[in-house]
Every structure is written in C-alpha cells, then in structure tokens.
C-alpha cells in the first residue's frame, strides 16, 4: 500500500526538504503540497491523502480555539505535526489541535519516514510489507 501525504508548511523550502526527503521511500508519496491553513484544509478534504505532515504554527496554535480544532479533526483526521519548538509546551499544543505525534524540524530526516509509517492508516500492515 502506498502511502499518500500532503505537505504543509509556509515555508517552501521545508516543504521541498520534505518532498525530497520522502521521494527516497517507494511506498510513501507525497499528493500535495500547502502553503496556508486554509490550502491544507481545502486540499485535504478533496485529495484524502493518508496523512497530513504540517507545521504547527500553520495551525495558529498559539491562539487555538476548540472551533479551530474541530476544524482541522474534521477536514484533517490523521497528520503529524512538525516545528523548530518541541517543548512541553509546543507538545501540549499539539495534542490540543488534535496532532498524532509533534516532530522536531532538526530531526526530520532520521524521523519523517518511521513517524508516517507507524500513523499512517492500517500501519501495521504497512509496517508487515
């Protein structure tokens, strides 16, 4: 089963270190790239990918409200949140907004493609392959 990510990110270069990064792995593939909250909802509920990898700021987290993680749990049910700040507090937002697991941007390239294989819908079939 190949799995199918959408990238999200206001900055194109980690988007692009991303993609890169993913086209290494035959069984993931990236269908999508957004640069705002608004694309990465939009782009979400028409293209259905797997899982969403997004900045967790994109989230305006900080000023997250229960509308705004309704929002995203509706249109983004599994993704994986990435960010330079991996605190307990940036942890705590995360889980708030409804994130499955929170990356450290320095750390992506070891722990990218482990955290999209073990979130990914049916990952322990995955996993088997």
Known sequence: MTIEVLLADDRDIIRSGMR????FDPEISVVGEAETLADTLRMAEQ?????????????QADRATKQLAEQISKSIPRWIAVSFAND??????????????????????????????????????????
């Open 47 to 59: 293209l259905k990918p797997h899982l969403v990898i997004m900045d967790l700021y994109m989230t």
């Open 20 to 23: 890169r990064l993913l086209g």
């Open 88 to 129: 307990d507090a940036a942890k705590q937002l995360a889980a708030s907004v409804g994130a499955l697991k929170l990356l450290d941007k320095i750390s992506l390239s070891d722990d990218l493609i482990p955290a999209i294989r073990s979130h990914a819908p049916n990952a322990d079939a995955t996993a088997a392959a």
